[in-house]
C-alpha cells in the first residue's frame, strides 16, 4: 500500500446517503477494499487494486497532509469512506484524534466485514453500515462476518443501510435483520441505481415498503443532483 493513508480523494459536498443525508460534509476517500460488489459506483478504488500504484490509483498521505486537507474547507463534518476504510485502522486513529480535537463529527462508512478496533469505536461518531445481500454478487461467506456485524450492533453508534434492487432482495434484508438482532429503527433501505430515472422508480415504492414495514428510506442525493461523478 504504500507509505501513508492511500487517499483516492477529498473533497467537499453533501452526504448523499444516510442519517445525515443533506448535511454538508468533508469527504475523504481511501482506495482499497475488501469486496467486490458489482453495482458498487466507485469501483476506481479497488478496480486496479491488484496492481495499482502510489501517485497513479491513489496518493500516500502523511497524517500532516491529510489533516491540511481536511481542514481547510472549514467544515465540521467528516465523512469517511472508501473502499474499505476500516481496511486502515492502523493509520487512521491518529489522524481522527486530531480532527476531533478540532470538533469535527466522524461519520464512517463500512460494508459491515471488518470489526472495528476499541480505539476506533471512540473515535467515530456514527457508522454508516452497508451489510451486503446476494445482489453484490459477492459469495455469502465473503460479504458477512458476524463478530464484525455484531460488534457495529453492540456498539450503539452503528446505522444499518441496505441497498435494494427488487422486492427479492427484501428477505435478505430481513433474515440478516434477525439473525445479527439489527434493530429496526435502526435499518435504512435505499434504492441501487446509478442512473436518476431508475433511482426514482425504485425508489417510489421503496417508500411503500419502508412505510409498511417501519424502516427508514434514504436516497442517494449525489447522484440525483450530480449524476455518477467522482468528487461530487
Known sequence: MGNGLPVSEIFLSVQGEGIHAGTP???????????????CDSKY?????????DGVDYRG????????????????????????????????????????KEGLYVELETNGTIVPKAEMLELVD??????KTSNS?????????????????TSGKA??????????????VEEL?????????????????TDTTLLLERGRWLVDVCKERGFRFTPRLHILLFGNKRGT
Open 25 to 39: 460534509s468533508v469527504f475523504l476517500r481511501t482506495y482499497f477494499c475488501n469486496l467486490t460488489c458489482t453495482w
Open 45 to 53: 478504488t479497488w478496480q486496479n487494486q491488484g496492481k495499482s500504484t
Open 61 to 100: 498521505m502523511k497524517t500532516r497532509d491529510v489533516l491540511d486537507r481536511v481542514l481547510a474547507f472549514n467544515c465540521k463534518h467528516l465523512v469517511l469512506t472508501g473502499g474499505e476504510p476500516l481496511l486502515h485502522q492502523r493509520l487512521l486513529p491518529m489522524i481522527l484524534s486530531r480532527l476531533k
Open 126 to 131: 456514527c457508522f454508516n453500515v452497508s451489510p
Open 137 to 153: 454478487h459477492v459469495d455469502r461467506r465473503v460479504r458477512t462476518r458476524r463478530m464484525a456485524l455484531n460488534g457495529l450492533v
Open 159 to 172: 446505522w444499518f443501510k441496505f441497498v435494494v434492487s427488487d422486492f427479492g432482495d427484501l428477505s435478505e
Open 177 to 193: 435483520i434477525s439473525e445479527f438482532s439489527i434493530p429496526r429503527d435502526r435499518v435504512m433501505l435505499m434504492p441501487e441505481g
